[in-house]
């Protein structure tokens, strides 16, 4: 280890297993935690809503990044999941005054959250299924175009069926159920998920489909069924994380999922890098986080007495700018095709590395060629 | 169903139509040379209403002068976005130059939207052009001619554009393909521009039609309406021009006659209607009604 750069340096800590347990298990782990203690805290707010973008952005990357379908459509799927999950959780009889035209059978069930879950999820999935043909035969850009049409007849459907979804008034008093437990154990969950999915040979598929899909379909890849399946899988994920967004609002309407919706899951997915599902990890902390930092900017900050006019919406130019600069000179991301955050979190290295004497001493060798310089 | 309805429907068919052509050829010659969906192209529109607007009320401006002077500032916000959000993706993938048009419309929109706030604004015409006469059968005003005369006519400027001049000739060189076209000593940045100029001048009058048929402003007037000029060139063929008149006229005509005839629970779903007929297209006929063959859109 002779006169390496400081990056690789600071790489080569990256190695080690007590390293990455500390900085993406341990730490997080404890934030999350002091997170889960202080329920009513701001700060807690933002962490659900990084958790909830963690999920909405890696289930979008499965599809955008690997198996190279460029779909704009989540706001979508996020809808579908949202309305299923608030009406299975909704008292029956707020359902049957604010939406009697729903089927009775719906109107008396009162599931447990986890089962408004999983049925928001299957829903979406199985939307996803049903309007697959128009993906299988699309492709590149006309691909994106049908999924935003895709937004504006589910808005639609939504906005228009006022005994069901009570239109443009929205859904209100949707249980507050998207606790930092609650919505930490799903981000595992989906990541666990996707993570074996893309390192399957199920995803080696996807990848190969991807990247040439004429090579990928001479070696046996199915590709309608890739398509189809990865479009499905990506959708209940969605469905997932709309069910979380609706309880974390607890209010929603139509105008919660429409294209600025999708177009903010489609920015932290590219800001991220969209070919890895750390990349959504870190796209989801990056987009929320920063944009607080102008929160008082466009509040009109106070200078000296002075305060400057508000600017509200300069986050999300500022975000806009910064993803049209970040797709002309880097644009595969700030994690590009590197797996490490969601790596370490299911490998067992990580974990038995607090058990082994080596890994302290490669740990404390890392640190004082880091220190030293050498 | 009376006939007289029937017509009138008919005629505010073809008025939102024409307001489509002018919009989806902008779209239309872009996608041509660039093989780009230029989804800011609805918000340059906005922004040249914006700025007649302003031209307007401080002013105090005739309506022609002030139309003009938003045509040379919008003009400059395209070739801006051309040069700099678009030109260094020249290489990237269609996807990648999609998004950056998306993320230069959401920056459009909230720049628009600090600026002159997100309310909407009145936009009042002039009187003496904006009150309906009885032309024959219909109730038509000054506008609503002039929308269909200014249809008309940029059509056959850009026909005799296109077809005559060294430029035009240059830009369908660029379409059949780029590559070919920059051997042949063909200056490519130039017609990209060229492209974006006469697509944003173009932009702003439709602008003007469409905010003084809804006679209000606010920071996200275009965009739907670019997004369905869009869905109207793929109908057509994207990338001909004679395809994306053909377009807007089925759409515009298609959306009036669904929401005039359909029962009244239905019409509600228009917009939906139309991206459905533009989803259906796709399918059917991926290269639009009238679209030469691409071979790389389905």
């Not at chain 1, 750069?5 to 298990?25: E, I, P």
């Not at chain 2, 439709?206 to 109908?235: D, I």
């Not at chain 2, 917009?271 to 389905?298: I, Q």
């Amino acid at each position: 280890m002779k006169d390496m750069g400081l990056r690789k340096r600071a790489v080569a800590l990256l190695d080690c297993s007590l390293v990455r347990f500390v900085l993406f298990v341990a730490v997080p782990f404890l934030f999350l935690v002091f997170c889960g203690l202080h329920p009513k805290s701001y700060v807690t707010g933002l962490v659900s809503t990084v958790g909830i973008y963690i999920v909405l952005a890696s289930s979008l990357n499965l599809i955008n990044g690997f198996s190279g379908m460029f779909s704009m459509g989540h706001a979508a799927f996020m809808a579908i999941g949202a309305y299923i999950s608030a009406f299975l959780t909704l008292s029956e009889s707020v359902k049957a005054n604010e939406c009697p035209a729903l089927p009775d059978w719906l109107i008396h069930t009162q599931a447990p959250f986890a089962v408004a879950l999983v049925a928001a999820g299957a829903a979406a999935a199985l939307v996803a299924v049903l309007v697959s043909f128009t993906i299988i035969h699309t492709k590149g850009h006309y691909l994106s175009v049908v999924t935003l049409a895709l937004i504006v007849v589910i808005r639609a459907l939504i906005d228009n069926n006022d005994s069901i979804t009570r239109g443009s008034r929205g859904l209100n008093g949707i249980q507050p159920l998207s606790t930092i437990p609650a919505v930490y154990l799903v981000v595992v969950v989906t990541l666990f998920v996707l993570y074996r999915t893309i390192r399957s040979a199920y995803g080696r598929g996807l990848i190969s489909m991807r990247d040439d899909p004429v090579a990928a379909q001479t070696l046996g890849v199915n590709l309608t069924a890739k398509k189809i399946s990865s479009f499905a899988i990506s959708a209940f994920f969605a469905g997932l994380g709309g069910a979380l967004w609706a309880h974390y609002l607890t209010a929603i309407s139509g105008a919660n999922f429409y294209f600025e919706k999708s177009f903010d899951i489609v920015e932290i997915s590219i800001i991220g890098g969209m070919f890895s599902l750390s990349g959504a990890v870190l796209g989801a902390i990056f987009c929320t986080v920063l944009p607080e930092f102008f929160a008082p900017l466009e509040n009109g900050l106070h200078i000296a007495g002075f305060r400057l006019p508000t600017f509200f919406g300069l986050s999300n130019i500022i975000m806009a700018a910064l993803l049209v600069l970040l797709i002309i000179f880097h644009r595969q991301g700030i994690m590009g095709y590197s797996e490490i955050i969601v790596e370490s979190w299911f490998s067992k290295e990580t974990y038995t590395a607090l058990f082994k004497k080596s890994e302290y001493g490669k740990v404390r060798s890392a640190l004082a060629a880091l220190f030293r310089g050498t | 169903m009376n006939i007289t309805y029937f017509l009138t429907i008919l005629v505010s068919g073809l008025k939102l139509g024409s307001i489509y052509a002018i919009v989806a050829i902008g779209y239309s010659i872009v996608y041509g040379i660039l093989r780009l969906i230029n989804f800011a192209h609805g918000d340059i529109m906005t922004i040249g209403v914006y700025l007649i607007l302003v031209f307007m009320n401080t002013m105090g401006l005739p309506l022609f002068v002030c139309v003009l002077l938003s045509v040379a500032l919008s003009v400059g916000v395209g070739l801006l976005i051309e040069r700099l959000a678009y030109r260094p993706l020249r290489d990237a993938t269609e996807e990648t130059t999609l998004i950056s048009s998306l993320a230069v419309s959401a920056l459009l929109q909230n720049v628009l939207q600090i600026i002159f706030s997100a309310q909407r604004k009145p936009f009042l015409l002039p009187k003496s052009i904006s009150t309906p006469m009885q032309v024959g059968m219909f109730k038509l005003s000054v506008i609503n001619i002039a929308t269909y005369v200014v249809t008309a006519v940029f059509l056959v400027l850009l026909y005799a554009l296109l077809k005559k001049t060294k430029i035009g000739a240059a830009m369908r060189a660029c379409s059949e393909n780029m590559r070919a076209a920059r051997l042949m000593g063909v200056n490519v940045n130039r017609v990209v521009m060229f492209a974006f100029f006469i697509g944003s001048a173009m932009a702003v009058v439709a602008g003007l039609l469409l905010a003084g048929e809804y006679k209000t402003v606010y920071p996200s007037l275009g965009f739907v309406p670019g997004l369905k000029a869009f869905c109207a060139a793929v109908v057509g063929g994207i990338g001909s021009l004679g395809g994306a008149v053909t377009g807007a006229f089925v759409i515009g005509v298609a959306e009036i006659l669904f929401q005039g005839l359909m029962p009244t629970t239905m019409t509600a779903y228009r917009d939906a209607f139309v991206f459905l007929l533009m989803v259906a297209v796709l399918l059917l006929r991926p290269n639009g009604l009238f679209g030469k063959n691409e071979g790389g859109r389905s």
